[in-house]
């Protein structure tokens, strides 16, 4: 199979529809691949049916292909068993559900560790679990260039920490998370970890089972699949001691007036009619990203972003918000003072270069930085030098137009 | 339609109507519950061992035609069997829904269930009592530890 | 426009390509109507971006879509503005939105009240809030025919009546609410008052202003729209005094390490990015619906269900679970003894009729029957006199396979 | 491109620079903190009022371009309007902005403003320091009332 750039580009008909647009905006969301568009349509046409277990044919077809995603789900994350695939809204209410059935299970003066890094979306859920049952919930702080700072991690789990929520790799720096020490601490406190997996699925598939966390959480909208679903998944016995989240259809075991018990893992996290069509959706863009060299692809998306680094660095001023090299992911944000990422992005759309400005939902890691805003360009397996070269010289036209 | 081919063969509503082993042990040594909240189906089952094998069996079984004739089966064939055996048939069983060729050793009566294999939504119907049964065995001796819900037939279904 | 159940039909790729098929379980899903692919696939294909605000063209036209089926679905339900309009994955997750929300603002003591014939999506999230909360929940019961019985409704309420959830119809009797009387009876006592209007939408658009409750909840995939995606409508007045229920992105107006405030509604309440390809597509659906004339096809699916009732009379001992005649919807359950309604389904599905048997996420109003589950049929706006006659046959049929 | 169809045309870029009515007053009557959470944008509107009228307007502003702007014309050109005549102007810049013909009544300069109708997305940007002016505004008098989220500029904002 061909890896370049334009031939993976062309199976993105939103891009390939218009040449012209240099879409750099990825981590906000990944454009939809072809072969998802044909799943929904052809589950839809054929296989249409509510996956309550119904008995008709129509509906075993459905079943079987929502099950069929949680397999392939458990293959794209190396997951121990399918039963430990949760389906989602997406990210965000995956990491809304363990913060929630998890901080069930939790005491007033327990422990959580987020880093200054996180996305708000596992961010705010923390905080509002605090306010809502007396956690103490302690930040990791980041280094210069935004790495998570371990330094001091045993100090910052202290006596009585159960949990660290942190992302993999950050949606504003790209610095990835040295997993395998919060990892090691946590397993020798007995405290559990969740990764924030958004940013990182996108750039190939995940093995949970070698990154060793506990939890990992990620959308399809990230990753080339459909909005309105997304992943959690969680290691079994984590699962199992979790209580349920959401109420409703398909969670239960029994319900009476006076009681309700629960479905064991995955059902009982998946109340109400799943986003069954969406779940098929991303299972084929996951089988497509298992079918690619992700050695050729994870090596052209490093060396466009070393380009674009080069490019910024030229900027006189420019601040680039993030490690200058080293392990990071081809998410370059940075800030030109006296110019406003609005202001930027929307010289740059003129160009029909996409890029985002704005605190991308990380006002604390911009705090940090001393900046309340700045401007991304996030690098997918479609882009391609063009792109890094349209990006310099709209960059350069943005800074004489607007001063 | 071939009778042997047909879901609803004779076989199978003449073993449920006749609901071998219906009712309760007077000297129960394991019991369990089990349901499958998507339709009501729902097993009690007691068994009595002897040297670890089933002496006595028994069970109340509402349910479909599949639940009820499954656990009728269990009712006139499962005395004798030790709990290695109770679980190397329902995997094999279970196998045979899923396709295996081989009607479970010893069990010619469960080729009445072949048909089932094309309705995967009603593989658990047929499992359940089997899944009852070893959850039963499971209890004889045991202290009271609550069977984890994964293990339980009821547990697995979306309802 | 033609409204024949034909001319409707072929407007559905699934049911258009399967001529055979009687799909009567459109309360479990309603098919998709090929409009709704189209809206998914264009959006898809030509504004596909996140709708947080970037400024480039791509995510202004993916903003003005989503914005756009806000407000076409405040037009569907009359809602008073599209701020009042959340959305959401699906009805259970709108349920569930509010037991949390406005749950946060009740007091031990405080009362709920919702009805024996909820399905466990408006059932179970209220347990679980009492659970939590220590609030009184407290069951109005139904009459024999499966109607709420709102006899002792005052009695019910009690001084500290907070909150009413009912279904407006239940998805296994049909039966309608008489939801003047409690809006009534709640108004007068200060509570609010939630709508599950999960199983009113397939018949026709809504007006909750006339019905004068302060939530509405709804899924897109019962009206002939995608799954993952649902509509919450809330007053005003309502969404504005409730705090968030899940955080993330897109639901602050700041964030800050100590303490995050919230935007209004109805950001307030969709954390995360939100399904947005769903969104455009229920509107399509919704948009389709608003075109119909609902006189002529509430007329015939009363017609049909009318029919079906007098064919199932003639079935000795049969046992029809809701009301036999008067304001009901086209949802027919029953129990004919000695018949498993697996196996009954089983039956009818060899001759291509697809029916659900089950408990239908109602247990205890299943129990109030006195039965554990019961056969289903539902009547959409596709289906037509081949349809009821198929059923009444294949039930024939069954009654002798099966005994 | 001609430069009046520009949105980054000389007239902007030169008002935001100029900062009319930067800073702080001494004798603050009303201050609203708007901001847009977007993006940091940041308006701190304060005013002072005689016989209802606005005497005197100062404000912090943190923003792009076109927020920077919008805040110097007021700084330059808000004193003497009351709130009714705020809250047209308002009123008439948004309708601008959404498509309608006229350049509110009075106010020349906001036809820089025009070349933004274009792009939905910085419409808020131009008229949040109009919305803190209105909301400063509203808190001269008033009891200290919290103004409904809904009010603010940024309330509104996905972010
Ligand atoms: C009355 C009623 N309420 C709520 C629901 C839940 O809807 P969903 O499963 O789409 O969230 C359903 C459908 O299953 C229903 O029939
Ligand atoms: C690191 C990170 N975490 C979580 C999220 C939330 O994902 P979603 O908005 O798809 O729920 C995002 C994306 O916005 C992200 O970048």
Redesign the pocket.
Same mark, same amino acid.
């Given at each position: 199979m061909s890896h370049t750039a334009a031939s993976l580009r062309a199976q993105f008909p939103l891009l390939a529809a218009t040449p012209e647009l240099h879409y750099l905006d990825s981590?906000?969301t990944a454009q939809i691949h072809r072969t998802v568009l044909d799943a929904v349509l052809h589950h839809e046409t054929t296989s249409r049916a509510n996956v309550l277990r119904g008995t008709y044919r129509l509906a075993e077809a459905a079943d079987l292909a929502y099950e069929q995603a949680r397999q392939t789900a458990a293959r794209f994350l190396n997951a121990g068993s399918a039963d430990e695939i949760v389906f989602t809204? &997406?990210? +965000?209410?995956?990491?809304n559900l363990v913060s929630h059935a998890f901080g069930a299970t939790l005491q007033p003066g327990d422990r959580v560790l987020i880093s200054v890094a996180? !996305?708000? #979306? =596992?961010f705010v859920p923390w905080q509002m679990l605090r306010d809502r049952c007396g956690i103490e919930l302690t930040l990791i702080p980041v280094s210069a260039d935004g790495r998570l700072d371990l330094e001091r991690l045993a100090d910052l789990m202290g006596s009585r920490c159960r949990f660290i929520a942190v +992302?993999q790799? #950050? =949606?504003v720096t790209g610095a990835w998370t040295d997993v395998a020490a919060i990892v090691a601490a946590a397993r020798e406190a007995g405290a559990r970890v969740l990764l924030?997996g %958004?940013?990182a699925v996108q750039h190939g598939p995940q093995d949970v089972q070698a990154l060793g966390g506990d939890f990992y %959480?990620f959308?399809g909208?990230?990753c080339f699949g459909p &909005?309105g679903v &997304?992943v959690l998944w969680g290691r079994a016995e984590a699962l199992t001691q979790m209580p349920p989240f959401l109420g409703g259809g398909g969670m239960i075991a029994e319900v009476t007036p006076e009681a309700s018990t629960w479905a064991a893992p995955p059902q009982r996290f998946e109340a109400g009619t799943p986003p069954i069509a969406q779940a098929v959706g991303l299972a084929a863009a996951l089988e497509w990203m298992m079918t690619l060299d992700w050695t050729v692809i994870r090596a052209r998306e490093d060396a466009l972003c070393k380009r674009l680094i080069e490019g910024l660095a030229r900027i006189p001023s420019l601040h680039l918000l993030g490690p200058q090299n080293g392990e990071r992911a081809p998410i370059v944000s940075f800030d030109i003072p006296g110019l406003h990422p609005h202001d930027i992005c929307q010289v740059l759309d003129a160009q029909s270069l996409a890029l985002r400005g704005g605190h !991308?939902?990380a006002q604390p890691l911009l705090a940090a930085f001393g900046v309340e805003a700045c401007t991304r360009a996030s690098i997918a397996l479609y882009n391609d030098e063009a792109d890094i070269e349209a990006l310099l010289g709209g960059l350069d036209c943005a800074r004489r137009e607007l001063s | 339609m071939n009778d042997a081919d047909s879901l609803y063969q004779d076989a199978i509503k003449q073993c449920a109507r006749a609901a071998h082993g219906h009712g309760r042990l007077e000297n129960v040594k394991g019991e369990a519950k089990l349901d499958n909240p998507l339709c009501g189906d729902r097993v009690r089952m007691q068994v009595a061992l002897d040297g670890g094998r089933i002496a006595a069996v028994a069970h109340e079984t509402k349910g479909c035609l599949l639940c009820r004739a499954a656990a009728s089966l269990i009712g006139a064939r499962a005395a004798g069997l030790d709990a290695a055996a109770v679980e190397t048939l329902t995997g094999e069983l279970d196998a045979m829904l899923k396709g295996a060729v081989a009607i479970p050793a010893g069990w010619p009566e469960l080729a009445m269930f072949v048909p089932a294999r094309a309705y995967p939504s009603r593989h658990r119907c047929v499992l359940l009592p089997f899944r009852a049964l070893q959850a039963a065995i499971g209890k004889v001796g045991a202290r009271d530890t609550a069977i984890p819900a994964n293990d339980h037939g009821e547990a697995k279904v979306v309802i």
């Open positions: 981590a906000a809204s &997406g990210a +965000t209410a995956a990491l996180e !996305h708000h #979306s =596992n +992302t790799c #950050s =949606n924030d %958004a940013q %959480a959308s909208h990230k &909005g &997304g !991308h939902c | -």
